[in-house]
């Protein structure tokens, strides 16, 4: 009875083993006839920089049927040879082997590309395919990138400010071979590649760097760059070549991101800088410009734009800056803070702040500040000696000012508006400072979601500005010549009447 017994608790183990095993064997489909499907056909990248991985990318790869898929292998077309690498679903071999996809279901395959240093100042066009192999047949994505060799300028020392350390370069460093030529205390960056920052990048006292103009730099992360105390930096671009201080990514998505590398700071006692025909955006603070020691300017500004800043644009803390046609335009916070005092005068500048990114603006586009707090808790008050802002536009998508006074009573800082187009009540109603300015008339500009600051033919700006500066600023920021008179704004428009 026993032996019996245990028999049938044999059979019937062998039978719910069967049955596991029926259960667990997945019946595929075969045909050669499906076809999976593809969220793109090209997966394409911008320009990636050698020696620096780029962003990974994805590929949704999904499967139709009503039954579940086991692919042979995904590779890529070029193999080992190949410079871009793949994931599949945490797979990072070079070879995925029997891949299943479930029926109505997907799989996610991350693609990144890693290139050496390939000696040349031309972009390359670098193609390849993912290659998904089943059923007999074979379906492909394509990939393309552009790669391109640039001179690195990396962390080669540390400074310590407190617990804080700061890897840092000195622009002065690399030799030829990161692009970098001496003479005497005068540096020079070669064009022909751009100029790719980790880290910060310091010109150290008493030396000049000479930026001409098509150079490109690109800042990674968190990355600065400093004029230290005797430093000058001296940028000089065109208006179709311009000097440009730029993120690491170029991709579509990251063209207008704000706050993706640090600042480029203009430390106390740098002096006689000039930036000409200059581009600087993506920045968490595009310029910040520090105490004057001397009786020239701290910087000259001229055809400089400083656009999509996480912070402020243009940042003065008690600087002497002069500035014609400059624009600067949507920043997280305000797009010209003059504060600490100094000296400052704009002619023929555009700042408009219609910042759309994260955390709605609470700042005005526009402030002046004399005074500031120091370690111990004391305030400490600095005199704002003039701030003459003329034909200017100062304007935004905020309801109330775009222009905010934190000055303290009976100082006497100096500031003056003369045919400026303002956002502003305040304004309007303190006569002494104001000369035939227009107020709260929207500029027309022509697209501010694309960035586009040229004026409408309808603008009320067109014509009312004070023809008396044309002989110091006679073209505008793209080189095109100032009627009389000139349109307010950096940018004067061609069909410009004289309203």
């Not at 596991?20 to 019946?27: A, D, H, L, P, V």
């Not at 000089?236 to 000097?243: A, D, F, K, R």
């Amino acid at each position: 009875m026993k032996k019996r017994g245990l028999t049938i608790i044999f059979a019937a183990l062998i039978c719910a083993m069967n049955f596991i095993c029926c259960t667990n064997e997945e019946k595929y489909s075969s045909s050669d006839k499906i076809n999976l499907q593809f969220s793109t056909d090209t997966l394409a990248f911008d320009t990636i920089f050698t020696t620096i991985g780029s962003v990974t990318k994805q590929i949704h790869v999904f499967n139709p049927e009503n039954e579940p898929i086991k692919l042979d292998y995904i590779t890529l077309g070029s193999g080992a040879n190949s410079f871009f690498r793949l994931n599949v679903d945490g797979d990072t071999s070079l070879v995925a082997k029997d891949v299943v996809i479930g029926a109505k279901d997907s799989i996610f395959i991350f693609v990144r590309i890693e290139l050496d240093a390939n000696n040349t100042s031309n972009p390359l066009l670098i193609e390849d395919s993912v290659l998904f192999a089943f059923n007999g047949k074979m379906q492909s994505v394509l990939l393309t990138a552009y790669g391109q060799d640039a001179y690195y300028h990396r962390p080669t020392h540390t400074l310590n400010v407190g617990e804080t350390k700061i890897p840092y370069c000195l622009a002065n460093e690399g030799g030829e071979e990161q692009g970098v030529s001496i003479s005497g205390n005068y540096i020079t960056w070669k064009k022909d590649k751009p100029h790719v920052i980790i880290g910060t990048c310091v010109v150290d006292s008493a030396y000049t760097l000479n930026l001409e103009e098509n150079t490109l730099i690109h800042l990674g992360n968190n990355a600065d760059f400093w004029v230290y105390d005797g430093g000058t930096l001296k940028a000089n671009g065109t208006t179709t070549n311009p000097v440009v201080f730029q993120s690491l990514r170029t991709q579509d998505r990251y063209a207008d991101i704000p706050g993706q590398w640090g600042k480029i700071w203009l430390w106390s006692g740098s002096k006689d800088n000039v930036l000409e025909n200059v581009v600087i955006k993506n920045a968490t603070i595009g310029l910040l410009a520090d105490t004057c020691v001397n009786n020239n300017h701290t910087v000259e500004l001229k055809n400089t734009r400083i656009e999509n800043c996480s912070s402020i644009g243009l940042y003065a803390r008690g600087a002497d800056i002069y500035a014609e046609n400059l624009l600067v335009q949507n920043c997280g916070s305000y797009c010209v803070a003059a504060s600490m005092g100094g000296r400052y005068e704009f002619i023929g500048c555009t700042f408009a702040n219609y910042w759309s990114f994260g955390q709605t603006r609470t700042d005005a586009t526009l402030i002046l500040n004399d005074w500031y707090e120091a370690a111990d808790g004391s305030i400490q008050s600095r005199k704002i000696e003039k701030c003459d802002f003329h034909n200017t536009i100062i304007y935004g998508s905020m309801y109330e000012d775009e222009v905010e006074f934190d000055l303290l009573k009976n100082l006497g800082s100096n500031y003056s508006f003369d045919h400026c187009l303002i956002k502003s009540a305040v304004l309007k109603n303190n006569n002494q400072n104001i000369r035939d300015c227009i107020f709260n008339q929207d500029p027309l500009f022509e697209n501010v979601s694309e960035n586009d600051l040229h004026l409408q033919d309808s603008s009320p700006a067109i014509g009312k500005g004070n023809g008396i500066y044309n002989s110091t600023v006679p073209y505008d920021i793209f080189g095109t010549y100032r009627l009389d008179p000139p349109c307010i704004g950096a940018i004067e428009n061609k069909n410009n009447v004289g309203k």
